[in-house]
């Protein structure tokens, strides 16, 4: 008898055995995908994972519906990295297997699907099954894939399925919900009625009144002229135009060239900027590093000899983007492939952009904002090694490609917290399960940041990582100088307008009329509850957990997320004895009115969650600041990321301690690093930036070292915290929630589960613990939080804790209580 093992798209721990002939032994490999029964009446797509002759000891082996691929689609060394990634993030093997295919490759029974209502079809060209589905989809405008079953009268019919999503007739509904669009950009062409040989002379004479039409006209002719392409038959061809770069290079204005379009001299066209396909040759310009990254660039070749991974540590603007390029460089001449993680995917179209122009249409961008069938493309050349996808740009899920021989890894902003994924599972650190993929492929790993993890930091001094540092800035720009504020001080003089203190208000009112922009960031986190005293800025901490208390306003007390910890609402500050306890933060909304009344005449715009939603949001903004629209542009933590502006010569942080009181023990690092990357934003070639902090606490250690720009100090000082307060990197953190609708029951069964943990695990188990926000859609929800001393085998622990996680699943009364693992928590 043969088998084989099959993994499916659900949140489960084990694999299936499923029957085949012998046969489909012969035939099948490992990643190639099956359609299977599962439970009563579904399919699901599952995937090969083993092949075997051992039967199931437990249950009767089902046969299988079909084989779905003539070959592999998921390569071995993927399938490894998955059970290691299930196994260290304490999730089924399901759950990765979900998380990294695209949905259009993972058909199921209840998969839904439409009809494309905006495509002609050939009917011709379709087979009489596809035909009969594409009938029944003109009556009804979705289907089940269990209603194609019973139309077409059998049971195999994912092909078919698969065959009409690839000619584009059906969609799958989950497609339709996707509102994701990357940014057009506009090109313009001339009008056919023009493209004969003498248009040029022709449109001269149309135009010899218009002058700055024929200027615009003129240069057009001059780019094309001069920059040509290659088309699919390889004759020489213009190189499209923007008309960004018409206006620059012609030195005229936007309104100019859409009166050349309304003449119809010209004609527009839209292009989705990261998808565009490359049309031009990589410039041949050679990327000149400076002395500074050309020793970075060399000693990262060095320590590559020694070890798997190395840290660029260099400050902002240093150029690493620069020494990225040059060592994709020489990966490519390898013919391996290379895979950039960034944190956000906003960021993408900027860097696409600066990557294409080195490496042409080497570069293929994946994210799972993408639509299915992009995704299932980038998927395919992933996999063929296509010249295509020889760099993959992407977010974390970029890393589940089926890649099948990666040379060079590049995690950038690596300290970035949006790389660990929270929900759902898996919930992975893309740095780290990054680290694990390279070393399955023998592979390198560059880590990038100006303010890398305390935990990356640590392991270069543990020697496991290679270090290399660049502290100054590319082309001489000078580091940002730094001014506190302090905010006690001028509160008692009177010298505050709103959250504007007067120092800042001349620093925005001089650069402003200088023609220069700025960046004022406020932090969104400030808006968790934490009483704050008005008169000196005083904030209480648990004394076990180091962490800000949390005010929980139904109880009237300061509770400790971590350890439950609590005490009674304060009415006086414990350090000042002021009655002046606030509980607000205030966002960048408040900011933006306050600044509207300050600076009537100048043009703000903000940046957060709220004005970024919509498809361009994010990117509409990012440009009219840098068209330079906007002069003041107010933000959250997006401003943080690594956006490159060249007119920004102030930057107002308008309150630090926000940050700073954020219940998390990782709360003076962020601050750090996000006060640092926000002020990098700051300074030109020719004038040195400056950085305006508003704080309660100007002597804070945090606020200290940012202004020295000591990295290394607070690195050596929060170091010392985590290994007197047990967290990373001395201890690895495992948090669990449980959910469910009855609070009693919730309580009691939290309760149990703890005791259990605390009694069978000689660890630090701390909880149960009601976050500060306790009750989630009508479920309530408490915490656990276990510590795990590095030097405790990892492995045996999670073992334990899965055990115990299983007999408190066993308790009836507590089955319906949902428990999630999230294994070294952000
Ligand atoms: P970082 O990522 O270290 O903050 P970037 O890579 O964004 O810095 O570089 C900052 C700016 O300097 C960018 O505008 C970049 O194009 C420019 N730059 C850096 N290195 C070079 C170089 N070797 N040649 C030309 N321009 C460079
Ligand atoms: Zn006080
Ligand atoms: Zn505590």
């Given at each position: 008898m043969f088998f084989v093992e099959v993994v499916l798209p659900l949140s489960l721990a084990k694999t299936f055995t499923y029957r085949i002939s012998e046969s489909e032994f012969h035939f099948i490999k490992k990643g190639m995908r099956v359609a299977v029964p599962f439970g009563k009446n579904k399919i699901y797509t599952g995937l090969v994972i083993d092949i075997h002759q051992n039967e199931p000891g437990l249950y009767e082996a089902k046969e299988i519906h079909q084989i779905l691929d003539e070959k592999p689609i998921a390569t071995e060394v993927q399938i490894k990295h998955w059970l290691w990634v299930a196994n260290y993030y304490m999730c089924g093997i399901g759950d990765v297997y979900r998380g990294a295919f695209p949905s259009g490759l993972l058909l199921e029974s209840e998969t839904i699907i439409s009809h494309k209502t905006d495509v002609s079809v050939n009917q011709n060209e379709l087979s009489d099954d596809e035909f009969l589905v594409y009938e029944a989809l003109q009556h009804q405008s979705s289907l089940k894939v269990q209603d194609i079953i019973s139309i077409l009268n059998k049971k195999n019919i994912f092909p078919v399925l698969q065959k009409m999503i690839a000619k584009d007739v059906i969609v799958l509904e989950e497609e339709i919900k996707e509102s994701y669009k990357p940014k057009l950009v506009r090109y313009v062409r001339l009008h056919s009625k023009y493209e004969s040989n003498n248009g040029l002379s022709e449109l001269l004479e149309v135009l010899k009144n218009a002058a700055k039409q024929k200027e615009i006209v003129m240069t057009y002719f001059q780019i094309t002229a001069s920059e040509k392409t290659r088309d699919e038959n390889g004759q020489s061809a213009p190189k499209p135009v923007t008309v960004k770069k018409l206006v620059e290079a012609s030195n005229s204005t936007s309104a100019v060239v859409k009166a050349l379009i309304d003449k119809e001299i010209f004609e527009e066209y839209l292009l989705q900027q990261d998808r565009v396909s490359f049309s031009g040759q990589a410039t041949d310009k050679q990327l000149i590093l400076s002395e500074a990254q050309d020793a970075a660039f060399s000693a990262i070749k060095n320590s590559f000899l020694e070890k798997e991974v190395c840290l660029l540590h260099g400050v902002t603007s240093s150029g690493k983007t620069e020494i990225y390029i040059k060592l994709i460089e020489e990966y490519l001449v390898t013919g391996r492939q290379v895979l950039y993680l960034l944190p956000e995917i906003a960021l993408t179209t900027q860097l696409v952009t600066?990557?294409?122009?080195?490496?042409?249409?080497?570069?293929?961008?994946?994210?799972?904002?993408?639509?299915?069938?992009?995704?299932?493309?980038?998927?395919?050349?992933?996999l063929e090694r296509a010249e295509k996808a020889q760099i993959v740009i992407g977010a974390r899920s970029a890393l589940f490609l089926p890649f099948s021989d990666l040379g060079l890894l590049i995690v950038d902003e690596e300290h970035e917290q949006t790389f660990k994924q929270t929900d759902p599972a898996p919930r992975y650190h893309a740095r780290d399960a990054a680290i694990v993929l390279a070393n399955f492929h023998n592979a390198k790993v560059l880590l990038g940041s100006a303010t890398p993890s305390i935990e990356t930091y640590f392991n270069t001094q543990a020697d496991k990582y290679?270090?290399?540092?660049?502290?100054?800035?590319?082309?001489?720009?000078?580091?940002?100088?730094?001014?506190?504020?302090?905010?006690?001080?001028?509160?008692?003089?009177?010298?505050?307008?709103?959250?504007?203190?007067?120092?800042?208000?001349e620093e925005i009112a001089e650069a402003v009329a200088l023609g220069e922009q700025v960046?004022?960031?406020?932090?969104?986190?400030?808006?968790?509850?934490?009483?704050?005293?008005?008169?000196?800025?005083?904030?209480?901490?648990?004394?076990?957990c180091d962490v800000s208390l949390t005010f929980h306003k139904h109880k009237n007390q300061l509770r400790c997320h971590y350890c439950g910890y609590s005490i009674a609402k304060p009415t006086h500050c414990h350090k000042c004895s002021s009655i002046d306890l606030t509980t607000k933060g205030f966002g960048t909304e408040q900011i933006e009115q306050e600044l509207a009344s300050l600076f009537p005449n100048v043009k703000t715009g903000r940046m957060d969650q709220d004005t970024t939603r919509g498809k361009f949001g994010f990117e509409k903004i990012i440009d009219s600041f840098k068209n330079r629209e906007i002069d003041i542009l107010v933000g959250t933590q997006m401003l943080a990321k690594g956006l490159d502006f060249d007119n920004v010569s102030l930057v107002g942080i308008m309150n630090a301690d926000n940050m700073l009181h954020h219940p998390d023990f990782r709360a003076f690092e962020r601050s750090f690093q996000?006060?640092?990357?926000?002020?990098?934003?700051?300074?030109?070639?020719?004038?040195?930036?400056?950085?305006?902090?508003?704080?309660?606490?100007?002597?804070?250690?945090?606020?200290?070292?940012?202004t020295m720009n000591n990295y290394i100090g607070m690195y050596k000082e929060q170091l010392y915290d985590r290994q007197i307060y047990k967290y990373p990197p001395y201890f690895r953190i495992i948090k669990l929630t449980l959910k469910h609708r009855e609070f009693e029951k919730l309580k009691e069964g939290s309760m149990w589960l703890y005791q259990v943990l605390s009694q069978n695990l000689n660890v630090p188990v701390l909880g149960p613990e009601e976050p500060a926000i306790s009750r989630i859609r009508n479920e309530y929800i408490r915490t656990i939080l276990i510590k795990i001393p590095n030097n405790l085998p990892l492995g045996a622990t999670k073992k334990t804790i899965q055990k115990m996680l299983n007999s408190f699943e066993a308790v009836a009364q507590y089955r319906a209580i949902k428990v999630v693992a999230n294994v070294d928590f952000y």
């Open positions: 600066r990557l294409r122009l080195h490496f042409g249409d080497k570069v293929a961008v994946f994210h799972s904002k993408y639509s299915n069938n992009e995704r299932v493309e980038v998927w395919k050349q992933t290679g270090l290399v540092t660049i502290t100054e800035r590319y082309n001489n720009v000078r580091m940002p100088e730094i001014v506190l504020v302090d905010l006690k001080d001028k509160h008692f003089r009177k010298r505050m307008t709103g959250h504007f203190s007067d120092l800042l208000i960046i004022l960031f406020q932090n969104r986190r400030g808006y968790s509850p934490v009483i704050e005293c008005i008169t000196c800025g005083h904030v209480p901490h648990c004394q076990q996000m006060m640092t990357q926000v002020a990098g934003r700051a300074g030109r070639a020719e004038k040195q930036g400056k950085v305006v902090i508003q704080t309660y606490n100007p002597n804070h250690n945090t606020i200290q070292q940012v």
